[in-house]
C-alpha cells in the first residue's frame, strides 16, 4: 500500500512530525524507513527512553537483532521499571531467533517477573515452554494467564487448547477450545479448532456442523473449505465433498494437495477426464511428490485398462 508519510526536506527538525512519521511507518510495516526516522529522534534527543525504546523495536521488527539486543539490554540496566519488562520481553525473542534457548528462558522469566500481573508475559513463557516441547512445564503459565486475564481472553483458552491437541488429549483440548469460542463465538480459527477436534474424536456429525461454519465465518477460506470436503468424505456425503474439493482447488490453483484431492474425487465418481486434469496439475505443480505421482500413474493405467477392454 503507498502511503504519504511526510516531507524529509524541512530547514529545522520537527520533533513531533518526525515521532508521529516514525509512528505510522511501525504501522505500516515500513521497518527499515522508521529505523531512520527514530535514530534521527534518538540522535537528537539521546537521553529520551521513549525514543530509544521505539528504535529498539523497530530494529527487532528489521531483523537487525544486533542492534536491538544492545539497545535492549542498555534500556533494561537502566532500571527504568517502564521498560525493563518490555526490554526482557524481546530480549527473550531475540535469544530465540539466534538459538540461544537457555537465555532466552531466563529473559522470559524476567519479564514475568518484573511485570508479574501481565497475562502476555505470562502467555509468552508458555508458549515458550511448548515451542521446546516442555509441555508440563508450558501448562501452569498458559493457566496463570487465563487467571490473570479474568478468563476473559480467548487466546489463552485456545493456546491452552492446542497444547493438548498436539498431545493427543483431545477432550480437554475440546474443552478449552469451547471456552475460546464462547468467548469470541464468530472467531473462524475457533470454530475450525472444535470442529477439528471432534473429527479426530470421530465424531464427523459435530465436525461437519463446526467448520461449515467456519467456512462460512471464513468467506471460503480454501483451507477451511478443504477441511470441510474431507468430513463430507468421512460423512459419505461425497457429491457434497466433491462441489468442496472444486471450490478449494479453484480457490487455490497453486496448491498441489487440493488439486490432487480433487482429481482423486472426480475418479471416486468415475470421471476419469477430470481426474486425469486435476491429478496432473498436482505432479506438474510438485514433480518430486511421490504420493501424487503414484495417484497419476494409478490412474493412467486404470484408463489403460479400461480402453484394452473395450
Known amino acids: 500500500m503507498d502511503i504519504k508519510i511526510g516531507n ?18 511501525m504501522r505500516y510495516e ?14 537528537n534527543f539521546p537521553e529520551n527512553l521513549n525514543y530509544e525504546y521505539n528504535l529498539c523495536v523497530a530494529y527487532y521488527y528489521n531483523d537487525n537483532y544486533d542492534e536491538a539486543k544492545k539497545g535492549f539490554i542498555k534500556l533494561f540496566d537502566t532500571n527504568n521499571i517502564q521498560y525493563m519488562a518490555e526490554s526482557a520481553s524481546y530480549l527473550g525473542f531475540i535469544c530465540e531467533e539466534s538459538n540461544e534457548i537457555i537465555e532466552a528462558e531466563q529473559w522470559h522469566n524476567k519479564a514475568l517477573e518484573l511485570d508479574n500481573s501481565n497475562a502476555s508475559y505470562s502467555n509468552i513463557l508458555a508458549n515458550f515452554y511448548f515451542n521446546n516441547d516442555q509441555f508440563s512445564d508450558a501448562i501452569p503459565y498458559y493457566l496463570n494467564a487465563i487467571k490473570l486475564s479474568n478468563h476473559k481472553d480467548p487466546t489463552y483458552f485456545d493456546n491452552l487448547g492446542y497444547l493438548y491437541f498436539s498431545t493427543h488429549d483431545y477432550k480437554n483440548a475440546l474443552n478449552y ?115 501424487y505421482n503414484d495417484h497419476y500413474n494409478h490412474l493412467l493405467l486404470n484408463i489403460s485398462k479400461n480402453a484394452g477392454a473395450l
Do not use: W
Not at 8 to 25: H, P, W
Open 8 to 25: 524529509d526536506d524541512n530547514e529545522y527538525f520537527d520533533e513531533i512530525t518526525t515521532y508521529k512519521r516514525a509512528i505510522k511507518l
Open 177 to 291: 477450545f469451547s471456552i475460546a469460542h464462547q468467548l469470541d463465538p464468530t472467531s473462524p480459527s475457533y470454530n475450525y479448532n472444535i470442529g477439528n477436534t471432534y473429527y479426530h474424536l470421530h465424531d464427523d456429525i459435530h465436525a461437519y456442523e463446526y467448520i461449515l461454519q467456519t467456512a462460512i465465518l471464513s468467506e471460503g477460506e480454501s483451507k477451511y473449505v478443504y477441511k470441510l470436503a474431507q468430513v463430507c468424505c468421512s460423512l459419505g456425503k461425497f457429491q457434497e465433498a466433491l462441489h468442496y474439493f472444486t471450490d478449494a482447488a479453484t480457490s487455490s490453483p497453486l496448491k498441489a494437495e487440493y488439486q490432487n484431492a480433487l482429481g482423486n474425487a472426480y475418479m471416486f465418481h468415475n470421471d476419469y477426464e477430470n481426474a486425469e486434469k486435476y491429478l496432473k496439475k498436482a505432479v506438474d505443480i510438485e514433480p518430486e511428490n511421490l504420493k
Open 30 to 43: 515500513k521497518y527499515n524507513m522508521a529505523v531512520h526516522e527514530f535514530e534521527k529522534l534518538h540522535s
